[in-house]
């Protein structure tokens, strides 16, 4: 992507109409934002207009633009002069928000950035499934807006520790993170003064463990296993209760849940519905590994079923619930041959919980194009990620 994004800076074509626009300036008013985080611009070409993506701006900026990246459908710049700034706009928090790459929205005010999460979410409904009717319940805002992230990946290379500026693979050297959970960010000048240089990049994790202990790693190293959990406590436990709610009202004899990782929603599950069978599946062996101690000690062994297995695979060989499916899939999504066995399965319920709109829209596009009985009973934003453009999303489609 920079590879391309270089060529179309260096090496515009002369004759191109487009190419002219390369560092010229304009005046725009920023309409939104988009997937990504840049601010959503126009600007007339002759006769018509060209979509661009503002970085580090927000909701009704008034701005002097440079345009800096060409491409043949939209443009990209960055803000010369905010000549009157949006009614959002702040100070960001962070001294570091400038240059680093982690956070993108810290220059707008929390209520803001839910309401442009919703915003983006509707679009894409819009586009991909706009026949479709539904109610988007408000969306629930995290408890804590900052310090609320309970594990963090940082790179290092020479004495620098820290994340990647924005399309860049140059380090911001920072002293703490203000994202971070407090416990782990104090540890970062600790952690730079203990690690040796380093020649190559590295890239640590630092995170609070299920005991809420600090501990850290390289990755790649013994310890990943158990990284992939939902990253702010607080607002997960809005999500599992949503969760075990909407299960409970449907009461289920058996539920598939695919990508159950180290059993977010589960136990709750289990421990609320005390007639309920659920065959779940994880491909990471260390997160299954988890979850049948876990069980183990709940004395819940008749009633779950932990594969460890791709969901591919397992769907390729066993039948999914016609009564509920649970779904919370990586940022890509559910792949085709997976959609495909969710869709055959024809089951009554199914919740889905996405962390990519993209995806989540493509993937509601195919199981309503496929299954017109399905109508969507909830759909909600839970503002997982503070300061940032990501979000999940909560769905619940039901044939009754």
Same mark, same amino acid.
């Given at each position: 992507?920079?590879n391309q994004?270089?060529?179309?800076?260096?090496?515009?074509?002369?004759?191109?109409?487009?190419?002219?626009?390369?560092?010229?300036?304009?005046?725009?008013?920023?309409?939104?934002?988009? &997937?990504?985080?840049?601010?959503?611009?126009?600007?007339?070409?002759?006769?018509?207009?060209?979509?661009?993506?503002?970085?580090?701006?927000?909701?009704?900026?008034?701005?002097?633009?440079?345009?800096?990246?060409?491409?043949?459908?939209?443009?990209?710049?960055?803000?010369?002069?905010?000549?009157?700034?949006?009614?959002?706009?702040?100070?960001?928090?962070?001294?570091?928000?400038?240059?680093?790459?982690?956070?993108?929205?810290?220059?707008?005010?929390?209520?803001?950035?839910?309401?442009?999460?919703?915003?983006?979410?509707?679009?894409?409904?819009?586009k991909?499934?706009?026949?479709?009717?539904?109610?988007?319940?408000? =969306? &629930?805002a995290?408890?804590?807006?900052?310090?609320?992230?309970?594990?963090?990946?940082?790179?290092?290379?020479?004495?620098?520790?820290?994340?990647?500026?924005?399309?860049?693979?140059?380090?911001?050297?920072?002293?703490?993170?203000?994202?971070a959970?407090?416990?782990?960010?104090?540890?970062?000048?600790?952690?730079?003064?203990?690690?040796?240089?380093?020649?190559?990049?590295?890239?640590y994790?630092?995170?609070?463990?299920?005991?809420?202990?600090?501990?850290?790693?390289?990755?790649?190293?013994?310890?990943? =296993?158990?990284?992939?959990?939902? &990253?702010?406590?607080?607002?997960?436990?809005?999500?599992?209760?949503?969760?075990?709610?909407?299960?409970?009202?449907?009461?289920?004899s058996?539920?598939?849940?695919?990508?159950?990782?180290? =059993?977010?929603?589960?136990?709750?599950?289990?421990?609320?519905?005390?007639s309920?069978?659920?065959?779940?599946?994880?491909?990471?062996?260390?997160?299954?590994?988890?979850s049948?101690?876990?069980?183990?000690?709940?004395?819940?062994?008749?009633?779950?079923?932990?594969?460890?297995?791709?969901?591919?695979?397992?769907?390729s060989?066993?039948?999914?619930?016609?009564?509920?499916?649970?779904?919370?899939?990586?940022?890509? =999504?559910?792949?085709?041959?997976?959609?495909?066995?969710?869709?055959?399965?024809?089951?009554?319920?199914?919740?889905?919980?996405?962390?990519?709109?993209?995806?989540?829209?493509?993937?509601l596009?195919?199981?309503?194009?496929?299954?017109?009985?399905?109508?969507?009973?909830?759909?909600?934003?839970?503002?997982?990620?503070?300061?940032t453009?990501?979000?999940?999303?909560?769905?619940?489609?039901?044939?009754?």
């Amino acid at each position: 992507m920079n590879n391309q994004r270089n060529s179309s800076n260096s090496n515009p074509k002369r004759d191109s109409e487009l190419g002219s626009l390369l560092h010229s300036e304009h005046l725009v008013t920023v309409e939104k934002l988009a &997937v990504g985080g840049d601010g959503v611009a126009r600007i007339p070409i002759k006769d018509r207009t060209m979509v661009v993506f503002v970085s580090k701006a927000a909701p009704q900026d008034e701005l002097k633009i440079k345009i800096s990246v060409v491409e043949k459908t939209f443009l990209r710049a960055e803000i010369v002069e905010i000549i009157k700034p949006s009614p959002a706009r702040r100070e960001a928090p962070c001294e570091y928000f400038s240059a680093c790459g982690g956070c993108v929205w810290q220059h707008i005010n929390e209520d803001e950035q839910l309401r442009q999460k919703e915003l983006i979410l509707t679009e894409l409904f819009k586009k991909f499934i706009p026949e479709v009717n539904y109610a988007l319940a408000k =969306g &629930v805002a995290s408890p804590k807006n900052l310090h609320y992230r309970n594990r963090i990946q940082l790179k290092r290379l020479g004495a620098k520790l820290g994340y990647f500026k924005k399309e860049s693979h140059d380090i911001v050297d920072i002293n703490y993170c203000l994202i971070a959970d407090k416990l782990v960010s104090d540890q970062i000048p600790i952690i730079k003064e203990k690690l040796k240089p380093a020649a190559e990049l590295q890239k640590y994790e630092l995170k609070l463990n299920h005991k809420n202990e600090f501990e850290y790693y390289r990755i790649g190293e013994s310890g990943e =296993g158990l990284s992939f959990s939902q &990253v702010n406590n607080e607002i997960n436990q809005l999500l599992v209760e949503l969760v075990t709610k909407l299960v409970a009202d449907k009461n289920p004899s058996f539920l598939t849940e695919l990508y159950a990782g180290a =059993g977010n929603f589960t136990f709750d599950l289990l421990k609320n519905l005390n007639s309920l069978r659920i065959e779940s599946v994880e491909m990471n062996p260390e997160l299954t590994k988890f979850s049948t101690k876990k069980l183990s000690e709940l004395s819940l062994q008749k009633r779950l079923f932990a594969f460890t297995s791709d969901c591919e695979s397992f769907a390729s060989r066993r039948a999914l619930s016609n009564e509920f499916i649970l779904l919370d899939p990586p940022r890509a =999504g559910c792949s085709d041959s997976v959609l495909k066995k969710v869709i055959e399965a024809g089951s009554k319920d199914i919740i889905y919980i996405s962390c990519h709109p993209v995806f989540l829209a493509r993937d509601l596009q195919k199981i309503f194009a496929a299954n017109k009985n399905y109508k969507i009973r909830h759909l909600q934003i839970f503002d997982m990620f503070p300061q940032t453009d990501h979000f999940e999303t909560f769905v619940h489609l039901s044939t009754t």
